[in-house]
């Protein structure tokens, strides 16, 4: 079985600051990694996704993560947030055999301030 | 191209009573998943269909059940409700053919049971 653990409940930034959300995850079998993010009222969307090959992947809206094998981390990246980033951020893992269930991670709040 | 559409969108319900959740998925979308989502969590996979059968189910009582229909929206139905269901029902498509494990995702269905 797998399983995530996102490390933080709350990340509060600064418009125009760094910031990371962290993410590790469990799993016996090789996996795919996800970040989903839910704005207010709103389902999920899919933000990026690593399934193979390049360990760093990318959104069109200047978010990365990296996939870590040694530390089972998919931890999610950017160099500058803006006020429209403000949102619930969920990290999902699947083993990698496609159409099996995700399996998320309690969330981070991402809370940009002016 | 409409995504995934999920109805309705807010109800309220007492204990013991009965609910059906519907989703028409993504066009050309042919598997449908249902996420329970509580107050501050991940979601938490309960079911997938594909051809009209359950084929994967999470860790959820007897009272949750589902069905496809041939032109692939999916129900869901809970039975002797219990304060504890109340929650936002997430419901999700993709392609059983990928390999990628991408999911679609509703709007959802926010349940409350007095």
Do not use: M, W
């Given at each position: 079985a797998q399983s995530v653990t996102q490390l933080d409940s709350q990340v509060p930034v600064f418009e125009e600051a760094p910031v990371?959300?962290?993410?590790?995850?469990?799993?016996?079998v090789s996996v795919y990694l996800f970040w989903y993010v839910q704005?207010?009222?709103?389902?999920?969307?899919?933000?990026?996704?690593?399934?193979?090959?390049?360990?760093?992947?990318e959104s069109i809206n200047g978010f990365e993560a990296e996939f870590n094998k040694s530390?089972?981390?998919?931890?999610?990246?950017?160099?500058s947030v803006h006020i429209s980033d403000t949102a619930e951020y969920f990290c999902a893992v699947s083993r990698n055999s496609g159409n099996t269930p995700l399996v998320f991670g309690k969330g981070t709040r991402l809370s940009v301030i002016a | 191209?409409?995504?995934?559409?999920?109805?309705?969108?807010?109800?309220?319900?007492?204990?013991g009573q009965q609910v059906t959740l519907r989703c028409s998925p993504k066009s050309g979308h042919d598997t449908v998943s249902w996420y329970?989502?509580?107050l501050?969590?991940?979601?938490?996979f309960i079911f997938q269909y594909y051809e009209e059968e359950e084929r994967q189910r999470g860790n959820f009582?007897?009272?949750?059940?589902?069905?496809?229909?041939?032109?692939?929206?999916?129900?869901?139905?809970?039975?002797?409700?219990?304060?504890?269901?109340?929650?936002?029902?997430?419901?999700?498509?993709?392609?059983?053919?990928?390999a990628t494990g991408e999911l679609f995702f509703g709007e959802g269905s926010r349940l409350t049971v007095l």
């Open positions: 990371e959300l962290r993410c590790n995850y469990s799993s016996s704005y207010p009222n709103q389902g999920l969307q899919l933000l990026l996704k690593y399934l193979s090959g390049s360990t760093l992947v530390q089972t981390s998919f931890h999610l990246r950017k160099p | 191209d409409a995504g995934v559409t999920q109805s309705p969108t807010h109800l309220i319900k007492t204990r329970q989502q509580a501050g969590q991940g979601p938490q009582p007897d009272r949750f059940s589902g069905h496809q229909f041939p032109n692939y929206s999916s129900e869901l139905n809970v039975n002797a409700l219990l304060l504890g269901d109340s929650a936002l029902y997430l419901c999700a498509s993709s392609l059983k053919a990928g």
